[in-house]
């Protein structure tokens, strides 16, 4: 059994309007999950550094970052960073290019952690209902294309505001979906944006939202979290 968790970490910008990478990694180490999926992990303009530099990644974690990012100082990829236990395995990553109006990505990466390998899917899709079910297929799409089935987690930031419809109706059709409940807006959440995914072949045992005082304060997005098993 391992644990994952999603977290839209806002470039590390709290409730309070400071950037504080370092209260980012103090909810990381709370919820201690073996996969988590970052959104908005890289500043958006000039070099997109990482919002959590190497270094203090290293030093102040039991994490290393997923070497998806196609621009030196980034750490993922249009925002979306993949971390996983410095003792994982990574077999493979890529950046999967969406189709968007605006700068919209995901990442991939094959990882063996916990005694299970599977595959895991980070992304953050548009604002618009259209453009999500068409990033929706290229995920699908993207996963389909592998040289063999594979147990596959995908998360991140949907965007979808619907219960069952849009995107969560295309991943609906071969994915759970965990019911973690509200995540946004962290001070007060009633939207359930952020979403795990899990592929047959797996078994979602438990899941929810990390709401803890730290939480509330490190961005406008709650995490949420799941443990996995092989079904």
């Not at 005694?115 to 990033?135: A, I, N, P």
């Not at 993207?142 to 147990?151: I, L, N, S």
């Not at 359930?192 to 509330?216: E, N």
Request: some cysteine.
């Amino acid at each position: 059994m391992i644990k994952v968790a999603s977290y839209n970490m806002r470039k590390g910008v709290g409730s309070d309007g400071r950037r504080s990478p370092e209260r980012i990694l103090d909810v990381l180490r709370e919820i201690d999950a073996d996969i988590v999926a970052l959104q908005e992990a890289d500043r958006r303009f000039g070099a997109r550094m990482g919002v959590i530099s190497p270094p203090m990644l290293d030093e102040r974690s039991g994490w290393q970052a997923v070497k998806v990012g196609l621009r030196a100082a980034s750490m993922g990829w249009h925002g979306n960073a993949l971390l996983v236990r410095k003792a994982a395995t990574v077999a493979s990553c890529c950046a999967i290019h969406l189709p968007s109006l605006e700068p919209r990505g995901a990442v991939s990466a094959e990882v063996t952690t916990g005694g299970l390998t599977l595959r895991v899917v980070g992304m953050h899709l548009d604002l618009s209902g259209l453009w999500r079910r068409k990033q929706a297929a290229a995920i699908i799409g993207h996963v389909e294309a592998g040289p063999e089935p594979m147990p596959t987690v995908m998360m991140g930031d949907l965007n979808e505001w619907t219960a069952n419809g849009g995107c969560l109706r295309d991943f609906g059709r071969a994915f759970a979906i965990a019911a973690t409940g509200p995540s946004f807006h962290a001070r007060r959440p009633i939207g359930r944006l952020d979403r795990i995914m899990a592929s047959p072949g797996l078994r979602i045992v438990d899941c929810g939202v990390h709401a803890s005082a730290a939480a509330r304060m490190a961005s406008d997005h709650l995490p949420i979290w799941a443990t996995i098993e092989p079904a």
